[in-house]
């Protein structure tokens, strides 16, 4: 069975960072992409970033370019999202994701996904 398992989430102050882990078990994931999607009470869920399995190429929503960063560790089967200059408007409720292909259909509206993982909450305050 496959499992993604999110960690890392909590309440920060706007500037602050937080990262966010995701363990991924139950297959191997090469010619996957993985990552991150969330959604803020009332909205849609929306793509925030992703990377490819295999090369590690990346993706990531205009709002966050510049301070979010996604990584990846193969031997461990996690991914990473640092997230830093954190803003009011990151509040959301944030979840792992992974598709097999080699295209980001995470960035889909709405985002197109074999397995989400159950979701960690982040809270921005002002």
């Known amino acids: 069975q496959v499992q993604l398992v999110e960690s890392g989430g909590g309440l920060v102050q706007a500037g602050g960072s937080l990262r966010l882990s995701c363990a991924a078990s139950g297959r191997t994931f090469n010619g996957y992409m993985m990552g ?56 959301a409720v944030y979840y792992c994701a992974a598709k097999a292909g080699l295209l980001n259909m995470l960035q889909n509206t709405p985002p197109s996904v074999d397995y989400w993982g159950k979701g960690t909450l982040v809270t921005v305050s002002s």
């Open 36 to 91: 991150w999607c969330r959604q803020a009470p009332g909205k849609e869920r929306e793509f925030v970033a992703a990377i490819s399995w295999g090369v590690g190429r990346t993706y990531y929503t205009d709002s966050v370019k510049g301070r979010f960063t996604i990584s990846r560790d193969n031997a461990k089967n996690t991914v990473y999202l640092q997230m830093n200059s954190l803003k009011p408007d990151d509040t």
